[in-house]
């Protein structure tokens, strides 16, 4: 794993349990160019708050943790 990778990974294993609380999980699918995609699994795929939870949860939380990261995109 790419040392970026293995941060937005750790990132998202500290974020996983409150969104399985909810019925969901995320998947890291790739990173690009300092773009995290994700993909919602379970409750959070078809959730009306997911787009909450990938921008004020998931994407501010790995911006200010993981140095180069610019932005995250949902991938269905």
């Known amino acids: 794993m790419e040392p970026m990778e293995t941060q937005v990974q750790e990132v998202l294993d500290k974020l996983r349990p409150f969104i399985q609380r909810d019925g969901g999980d995320v998947e890291l699918v790739e990173i690009v160019d300092g773009v995290v995609r994700v993909r919602l699994l379970g409750a959070c ?27 995250v995109e949902q991938v269905l």
């Not at 078809?46 to 990261?69: D, F, H, N, Q, W």
């Open 45 to 71: 795929g078809s959730c009306p708050s997911s787009t909450i939870t990938l921008k004020a949860g998931i994407e501010r939380a790995l911006v200010e943790e993981v140095p180069g990261v610019t932005e």
